[in-house]
């Protein structure tokens, strides 16, 4: 069974930054990502890893300030969050697929996922 296990959340300041990670009990995925949901919102797509086009993509609130990026050798995703904002406290969850084509925040909702880890961000 394949498992997705984040870790690395926690609180912190406004302007800081946090890594979070995930690690994959087994590596098959060319589509990997994080996604977030805050209360009461719905969960959104954050950042994007393609490894077959080695391309990266992140939603606009979000860009410049983080860095998604995977580690092959110890199966691990990571993000990367810098100048983080009140807004950006949220669930963070990482999401894994296989795909034929382009790695898309839609193709990653229908993948694994993990439990989630809880990024808090205050003032």
């Known amino acids: 069974q394949v498992q997705l296990m984040e870790s690395g959340g926690g609180s912190v300041q406004a302007g800081g930054s946090l890594t979070i990670s995930c690690v994959v009990s087994?590596?098959?995925?060319?589509?990997m990502g994080w996604f977030r949901q805050a209360p009461g919102k719905e969960r959104e797509g954050v950042a994007r890893?393609?490894?077959?086009?080695?391309?990266?993509a992140y939603i606009g609130s979000v860009k410049g300030r983080f860095i998604i990026s995977r580690d092959n050798a110890k199966n691990t995703l990571y993000l990367q969050m810098n100048s983080l904002k009140n807004e950006d406290t949220a669930m963070y969850y990482c999401?894994?697929?296989?795909?034929?084509?382009?790695?898309?925040?839609?193709?990653?909702?229908?993948?694994?996922w993990g439990q989630g880890t809880q990024v808090s961000v205050s003032s």
């Open positions: 890893f393609d490894s077959v086009a080695n391309t990266t």
């Open positions: 087994r590596y098959p995925y060319n589509c």
């Open positions: 999401a894994a697929t296989t795909v034929e084509g382009v790695c898309l925040f839609s193709d990653l909702r229908l993948g694994v």
